[in-house]
């Protein structure tokens, strides 16, 4: 069966030749693959219609799966049974254009995000896999695990890992703008508790403040979909292992800084994660802090030229990174009651 070929920009130091040593240790890789990467650059980024098939599989239904958790959701919040939610569910559309709503808003923050990696690649002549959604049951939570790409070839210089690591969190980041603004202007203050107080990031604080809403909010699919895309993206800018962070503060200060941030940010998010569970009940910190351990044990592999000039620019781009981790940023995502 004939590959898809996909076309990609070109690059004129992507052919650049490099030495091969026994101890070059390549991102992605091993030295067997990147030699014979380096053989295949004119080939073309390929994917079967199989495997084109199965990436569509899992887009489809993780839109299903978010539209169900969309239209149960604030039902699930309010204490419904199952059979409550049923009937509601089947007997009304609204619950229906929430779940669509608040599908298409978070697939294209999650969707964005990957691509901005994707395309990033392209550029580079990395090669890399169409984006995997991650569907889940709608009962366990919002319907998705999130997505991811799957790089398959070396990346060879500072500035390719800088770029393909910054450029998904800044590409969702811009979709999730306008979402928080249509989601926070639409919205109306809550008037009766709930089981779960969301708190707010700092994007959602100043956009509040701007249009007068106040901080609690009743659940609407819009805001909800930013709110989840918000946190997404902190976490993916955590500075640790082979996170996106992690490779932006590689790139940027190197084997050595990268593990020093890496260390302070887990030994952070340890101290986070209790206080949240003493302060709000909520124990998904310490899950997120075991993560980034496994993470900081393992690594981050190296580039080709670890000594490349990264220069003005991306220096520049990566204190708006640190600006977007900090507006989306929430040290306690919920409180439960």
């Known amino acids: 069966m004939a590959n898809l070929r996909f076309p990609f920009f070109s690059r004129k130091d992507s052919k650049k030749e490099l030495e091969l040593s026994e101890n070059n240790q390549f991102f992605y890789s091993n030295d067997e693959f990147a030699a014979s990467y380096l053989t295949s650059l004119d080939t073309g980024l390929g994917i079967t219609p199989r495997q084109f098939l199965w990436h569509l599989f899992l887009f489809l239904t993780t839109i299903l799966t978010t539209t169900i958790a969309g239209a149960i959701f604030p039902y699930l919040l309010q204490e419904a049974d199952l059979d409550q939610i049923y009937n509601i569910v089947t007997t009304s559309k609204i619950p229906i254009i929430n779940g669509l709503i608040f599908s298409f808003t978070l697939m294209v923050i999650l969707g964005t995000h990957e691509l901005g990696h994707y395309i990033a690649c392209l550029y580079y002549r990395v090669s890399a896999t169409l984006p995997y959604f991650i569907p889940i049951p709608p009962p366990l939570g919002i319907g998705t695990l999130g997505a991811f790409i799957k790089i398959k070839s070396p990346i060879y210089t500072r500035k ?13 980041f811009v979709f999730a703008i306008p979402a928080a603004i249509a989601g926070i202007y639409f919205s109306r203050p809550v008037s009766s508790a709930l089981p779960i107080t969301f708190n707010n990031p700092l994007l959602f604080t100043l956009i509040g403040k701007i249009f007068g809403v106040q901080s609690e909010l009743v659940w609407n699919p819009i805001w909800f979909a930013c709110w989840v895309g918000m946190l997404a993206t902190a976490l993916n800018l955590l500075p640790v292992g082979q996170l996106d962070g992690g490779h932006v503060v590689y790139a940027l200060f190197g084997r050595r800084g990268h593990r020093i941030v890496a260390l302070i940010a887990t030994i952070l998010q340890a101290v986070i994660a209790y206080f949240a569970y003493i302060d709000s009940n909520w124990s998904g910190g310490f899950i997120y802090a075991i993560l980034l351990i496994v993470m900081f044990a393992m690594k981050h592999p190296k580039v080709v030229d670890e000594d490349e000039p990264l220069g003005f620019w991306r220096g520049f781009l990566g204190f708006i990174a640190l ?14 009651y």
């Open 323 to 336: 600006l977007v981790f900090i507006l989306c940023f929430m040290p306690i995502p919920l409180k439960i």
């Open 160 to 172: 390719a890992l800088f770029d393909i690591g910054i450029a998904g969190p800044l590409a969702g």
